[in-house]
């Protein structure tokens, strides 16, 4: 990799992790994933956002800040948007090569130096609307933006070339390589990246869309001309456009969703299998769009990310030891955790010897305000007047999917 200039004196310092590692310890990124830092030479230098220790990033890094004329002892100013250790987690280590430059964080974030890595001198609060003039005309600008996705979170803007440095905001899972500018890509190519800013969204900020729309609004007093996240594709073309994107996404929380049914469901021997079949011919027959995921051979990641977007659930599970199947039980905590709400729904299921899922699958769903049609549950095998049931179930909920 090399350090790539987004203006003359701005530059995009990054590193692929291509790695069977889990993102925050919990979410698969097959396709990899971007740590970006940036570096602002002004008459002093400021280095906004650093890396861990992962997939031998901080070597790479040390290269490309060389490449661009830039040693670990001439940064002036280290700026922590965001604590959380993929951004952080090589701190104490540049303060070994670096002992004089001057940390600005939020108030909040300076705690979580000293509480992480133990580090008190030469860290500095700062709030939002306070400027940093390093000279040669580059001023940067922080914004606190509070629970996007940490309490601690802000932005840094660089007022004369309008880049917004949003750390965690904005991003997306998926490697870079060469190419980290939106008008480098394709349109195949974007909508894989639009795939991957929704199920990092699901995944990682979907619980605090409440306060991405707060930092949105409080945003749009900046002239924004480039977007620069932390994880993702440098949005220089058209920057409005991955910050629509999120204000899309926040608004799944409460609705509108997509008029789409995304479709869970697990099975032990195949009756309950047989029964969404129903469903499905149910749910097809009236031509609304659905999605569809088996636990626990897929991974909640993917689940999370269609779930999110869309305004219809299916949930088919069978009984479990007089409880839900486990899997399914995991998938709506997830859900309850990451606040998919307001959805139309409908949960069906077999059963051996006795039922049973239905208390606990009321107790899970009880936060998240759905609307559900009256569920299906059956002993066995499905008989034709299960069936015939189930597929007005399927279209009953797609007609109120369509209907919005």
């Known amino acids: 990799m090399k350090a790539i200039p987004i203006t003359n004196d701005i530059f995009m310092l990054h590193a692929d992790m291509v790695t069977t590692d889990l993102f925050e310890g919990i979410w698969p990124i097959p396709e ?6 940036y570096l602002v030479k002004g008459d002093r230098i400021a280095l906004v956002d650093l890396v861990r220790d992962w997939c031998d990033a901080p070597a790479r890094f040390g290269e490309e800040l060389a490449q661009a004329g830039v040693a670990f002892p001439d940064i002036d100013y280290l700026v922590l948007n965001h604590m959380e250790p993929d951004h952080t987690g090589w701190l104490g280590q540049f303060r070994e090569l670096n002992p004089r430059a001057e940390i600005l964080a939020t108030a909040k974030a300076v705690e979580l130096i000293r509480n992480f890595y133990g580090i008190t001198d030469g860290v500095r609060a700062v709030k939002s609307g306070e400027l940093l003039d390093l000279g040669g005309g580059k001023v940067l600008r922080f914004e606190e933006t509070p629970n996007v996705h940490w309490p601690e979170t802000m932005m840094s803007f660089e007022t004369g070339s309008g880049v917004l440095f949003s750390c965690d905001a904005f991003g997306s899972y998926g490697k870079l390589g060469e190419r980290v500018f ?4 394709s ?6 990246f639009e795939r991957e800013s929704l199920r990092y969204y699901a995944n990682i900020v979907a ?20 977007v620069a996240p932390s994880h993702g594709i440098v949005w220089r073309k058209d920057p409005r456009a991955i910050i629509d ?15 789409e049914i995304c479709v869970v469901w697990g099975s032990m021997y195949g009756n309950t299998e047989r029964g969404l079949a129903a469903v499905l011919d149910g749910i097809d027959s009236e031509k609304v ?7 626990p051979n897929e991974d909640a990641s993917y689940v999370l990310a ?8 299916v949930l088919a599970m069978p009984t479990y030891e007089y409880r839900m199947f486990p899997p399914m039980a995991y998938i709506l905590d997830l859900f309850e955790r990451k606040h998919v709400w307001n959805r139309k729904a409908f949960r069906l299921g077999s059963f051996g010897w006795v039922g049973g899922a239905k208390k606990e699958y009321e107790e899970k769903i009880a936060p998240l305000k759905w609307d559900c049609l009256e569920p299906a549950e059956w ?19 797609a007609r109120r999917v369509r209907k919005g």
């Open 379 to 397: 002993p066995g095998a499905p008989g034709d007047g299960t069936l015939s049931l189930l597929f007005e179930r399927g279209r009953e909920l």
């Open 182 to 185: 939106d008008d480098e890509y």
């Open 306 to 313: 269609d779930a999110y977007r869309s305004s219809g659930i």
């Open 245 to 259: 994107r999120y204000v899309k996404y926040a608004a799944y929380m409460d609705g509108p969703q997509e008029k």
């Open 207 to 226: 619980s605090f869309s409440l306060f991405v729309k707060r930092a949105v609004q409080k945003l749009e007093a900046l002239d924004i001309k480039v």
């Open 187 to 192: 349109a195949d190519e974007h909508a894989f």
């Open 289 to 295: 769009p659905h999605s569809i995921h088996r636990v």
């Open 32 to 37: 990899g994933v971007s740590l970006n830092s």
